[in-house]
Nanobody, 123 residues
Framework: LRIVESGGGEVQPGGSLRLSCAVSGLTFHYAAIAWFRQAPGKEREAISCTSYGSVTTDYANTLKGRFTISRDDAKNAVYLQMNHLKPEDTGAYHC?????????????????WGQGTQVTVVS
């Protein structure tokens, strides 16, 4: 199983980024894939998850309307579109394959993690 995130970088407040998560080594269309983030000195926080049939679950109420998860089963990829970014969105963003193809907001329920991609929102 291989998970590779990309698309992070430095952006000004109000800007946008689109993160990508490429997954290989499993039957992708059955997989539940989640995005988490971790700010310096804080616990890992669940953002959203997508499961079979492109069912999506959003966990962070404060991010609804700004962050959108999507998947492309033909490309074995999951995306996180982030708009109207704020300095408090700064952190490491990780993609995870969830156990038993079930979405969860608990990091302990992840079967495997990517290495993460850094997002920095600064003026």
């Amino acid at each position: 199983l291989r998970i590779v995130e990309s698309g992070g970088g430095e952006v000004q407040p109000g800007g946008s980024l689109r993160l990508s998560c490429a997954v290989s080594g499993l039957t992708f269309h059955y997989a539940a894939i989640a995005w988490f983030r971790q700010a310096p000195g804080k616990e890992r926080e669940a953002i959203s998850c997508t499961s079979y049939g492109s069912v999506t679950t959003d966990y962070a109420n404060t991010l609804k309307g700004r962050f959108t998860i999507s998947r492309d089963d033909a490309k074995n990829a999951v995306y996180l579109q982030m708009n109207h970014l704020k300095p408090e969105d700064t952190g490491a963003y990780h993609c995870a394959v969830m156990r038993n193809a079930l979405c969860s907001d608990e990091p302990a329920n992840a079967a495997s993690w990517g290495q993460g991609t850094q997002v920095t929102v600064v003026s």
